[in-house]
């Protein structure tokens, strides 16, 4: 059964996910676009705490969790997003849904595991206009973009001993970012438009080592992942020419011309996150971990006077509570409750105001009958960005759904 919902899944996910444009953000305008959670809905609801291997469940964060699985596991994920955009002058509200990664891991050994899979890594969907005087003449602009970066992966982990375990990912990112200007000018009948298509490719690599022991009845867990700095190839397809809108506001092309842009290079900043957890592997557990990135003075392609990259990091409060895991009469005994907070400087700063985001979280484990098979629904609400100094501030609310299921493959049969 797991099988046929693995294929059906995975059609699914490839002719979807892809091509989705899930990102209601106005900041998604800069570089590769919205930076997407990379884990499942699971560690997203404990704040995005990934610092514990399983049996049961995949930890796409570190590569040496892989050592942990004891059964073939299938993991996919989606989110519905509600925004509220805040500025100086109004508020709009979006919403947009997309599917957040799908995932397999494969016991090996006693001893080590695979995993590969496919996420969407950046989004980019904006929309935003301007209104100024220039020369005299009033000028309206208007921004739009969509697409992003992808990613596939395949990682191994090995469990050195009974505590130690390393890992690594290979990553393989793809995508492409449509965008689109718009100028209209007073008196003009015509309209300027420039077009982008602009395709990244790339290679990249994360190592990880966790660490686990008993002191006294208590299980403690350490972390540790590294991501050198890759680089992205990025080809750009750009036009230039004149329009009119119709009645619709569609619009009628008058004349385009291609102009020729060089390739260029986008640099993935190294990254790095260690963190720490306490409590009894089956009832409870609470841990805090940090993620900086090196992402001070990458340039994105946008050249702004106002818009500079610092060095960004995040952290992470978070846990879990199972009452009784293997209640034969109470389902809500057996049910995982997650929670968490998380705060992140994203690195950016625009007119010299930094855009932070906060989040608080909580989730359900939901067991599916009697297997190890379980739906995870989690809820996130969180701000980001502010109104000062022009920009916009985001109230951003998130119902997340996952589904991880569990099997035994490749198992011989045996008959008497």
Known sequence: MI????????ILFSTVALAQTDAGSPYSFFGLGDQKFIGT?????????????????????????YADLALTTFSFGGSNKSYSLQSDQGKES????????????????????????????????????????FDGLAQSVQYSGSGGLNKVYVGFGYKI?????????????????DTKTLLATQGVQYLSRSTNVNENRGVAFNVGAMYQTKIKKYDFHSSATFTPQSNLTSTHVRNIGTVILGNDLSEFLIEERRIDVPDSKFKLPATYSVGTSFGLIRKWMIGAQA?????????????LSNLKYN??????????????????????????????IRYEDTGMELNN???NDFAVSAGLGLPLGLSFSNLNLGFEYGTRGTQSAGLIKENYF???????????????????
């Open 311 to 340: 060095n960004s990091s995040r952290f992470t409060l978070g846990g879990y509570y199972v009452p009784k895991y293997n209640s034969f009469n109470s389902y809500f005994s057996r049910v995982t409750y997650r929670a968490g």
């Open 398 to 416: 998130m119902i997340t759904l996952g589904l991880s299921f569990n099997d035994r493959w490749f198992q011989k049969v045996k008959y008497n």
């Open 3 to 10: 099988k046929k919902i693995i294929f059906s899944a995975s």
């Open 353 to 355: 105001q930094k855009i």
């Open 161 to 177: 001993t009974k505590e130690l375990s390393v890992g690594a990912d290979a990553q393989y990112y793809f995508g492409s970012a």
């Open 41 to 65: 809905n699971e560690h997203r609801a404990m704040g995005g705490l990934s610092v514990i291997g399983d049996s049961i469940h995949l930890n796409l964060n570190n590569p040496a969790s």
């Open 291 to 303: 993620t900086f990135s090196d992402s001070k003075g990458i340039v994105d392609g946008v050249s």
């Open 94 to 133: 979006i919403n947009r849904t997309a599917l957040d990664y799908l995932a397999i891991g494969l016991p090996i050994t006693k001893k080590s595991g695979v995993s590969f899979g496919l996420m969407p890594v950046t989004s980019v969907g904006y929309k935003i206009q301007n209104q100024g005087v």
